[in-house]
């Protein structure tokens, strides 16, 4: 699936701690992004990037930060973990030409 | 901001019969993807709909995209059980190349064999 992993896949962490999540890629993508999924909620963009150094915020991005300093790698961090931020969280890539996304496997975060 | 409104919510079907989800954007949009999601997996592309009025079939699937570029549909013919999963549509308005998708919100299908 486009080369695309995540890391760690499943986590559970305590209030008030960081999280960092890690998105990794293989084909030089230029534009990646983070969503969360919740039941009710479909796919909820929290940042996207558009190229080394380039973010953006999207829809919820309250409570996190990104960061890309390599093409390949765009990491999310929570800065001080929630319960309110225990979801499943995927990582995607715009391919080209299209602009059809491409998604990582996700990871399974829950704050207690 | 830009909203996607996709419905129903849920869709409970016998093995056999039909399934159509809908799509509405209250803009008019550059072009709108679907995606499937299997229990317990990500989100896979479908197809993109690029024209006004496009219509494409995979198979049992067939896509449509509305004459203002502002709906869309997916038709499922006869489903199986392997349909089971989450469709979502997505849609693209053209600001500048950097504008994301906005996604709607799902339609969890379920096959009753």
């Known amino acids: 699936d486009a080369g695309i992993t995540q890391s760690p896949r499943h986590k559970v962490t305590e209030t008030g701690t960081p999280v960092t999540l890690r998105c990794h890629q293989t084909e030089n993508h230029r534009y990646m992004y983070w969503y969360r999924q919740d039941p009710g909620h479909g796919l909820r963009l929290i940042h996207y990037s558009y190229g080394v150094k380039d973010t953006d915020k999207g829809e919820v991005s309250d409570g996190y930060s990104v960061s890309r300093s390599k093409t390949e790698d765009f990491l999310l961090t929570l800065e001080s973990a929630t319960s309110s931020q225990t979801s499943v969280y995927f990582c995607?890539?715009?391919?080209?030409?299209?602009?059809?996304?491409?998604f990582g496997p996700g990871t399974r975060l829950t704050v207690l | 901001g830009q909203q996607v409104m996709q419905i129903p919510q849920y869709q409970h079907v016998q093995e056999g019969e039909d399934f159509t989800t809908y799509c509405n954007s209250s803009?008019?949009?550059?072009?709108i993807q679907w995606y499937k999601q299997r229990p317990g997996g990500h989100p896979v592309f479908l197809i993109q709909?690029?024209?006004?009025?496009e219509v494409k079939k995979q198979k049992r699937l067939t896509f449509q995209f509305g004459e203002a570029k502002k709906n869309s549909s997916l038709h499922i013919t006869a489903t199986q059980t392997t349909d089971v999963g989450t469709y979502f549509c997505?849609?693209?308005?053209?600001?500048?190349?950097?504008?994301?998708?906005?996604f709607g919100k799902g339609t969890r299908l379920s096959v009753i064999a």
């Open positions: 709909l690029v024209k006004s009025g």
């Open positions: 997505a849609g693209a308005v053209f600001v500048t190349g950097n504008t994301p998708l906005v």
């Open positions: 803009t008019t949009l550059s072009n």
């Open positions: 995607a890539i715009r391919g080209q030409p299209g602009n059809e996304q491409f």
